[in-house]
Nanobody
Framework: VRLVESGGGWVPPGGSVTLSCAAF????????FNWYRQAPGKEREWLGGVSVTGDLTECVDAVKGRCTIARDNAKNMAFLQMDNMQFEDTARYIC?????????WGQGTQVTVSS
């Protein structure tokens, strides 16, 4: 069982980033899916999530309007797009799935906002 994030890297202030999370080894379509981030010296922060069918999504107030979460059950993948990135968005972005009594975490992908 694995969750593997990709798409991180350097982003200029005001830019956008799209992160992907690929799921392996479990029934992805039976799990709700979440994105978190953790900045150096700070606690892990929940950013938002998407329901098993993908028809319900939610982003935390702090990033609402800049955050889009989606999933593709046919490809066993979930996505996070963040727009108008700011320096304070620099963090490790981590995907998480919850369902059927189980919970899985990815290792995360680093996103650094820098000019």
């Amino acid at each position: 069982v694995r969750l593997v994030e990709s798409g991180g890297g350097w982003v200029p202030p005001g830019g956008s980033v799209t992160l992907s999370c690929a799921a392996f080894g479990f029934q992805f379509s039976h799990h709700n899916f979440n994105w978190y981030r953790q900045a150096p010296g700070k606690e892990r922060e929940w950013l938002g999530g998407v329901s098993v069918t993908g028809d319900l999504t939610e982003c935390v107030d702090a990033v609402k309007g800049r955050c889009t979460i989606a999933r593709d059950n046919a490809k066993n993948m979930a996505f996070l797009q963040m727009d108008n990135m700011q320096f304070e968005d620099t963090a490790r972005y981590i995907c998480n799935s919850v369902g059927e009594g189980t919970e899985y975490w990815g290792q995360g992908t680093q996103v650094t906002v820098s000019s």
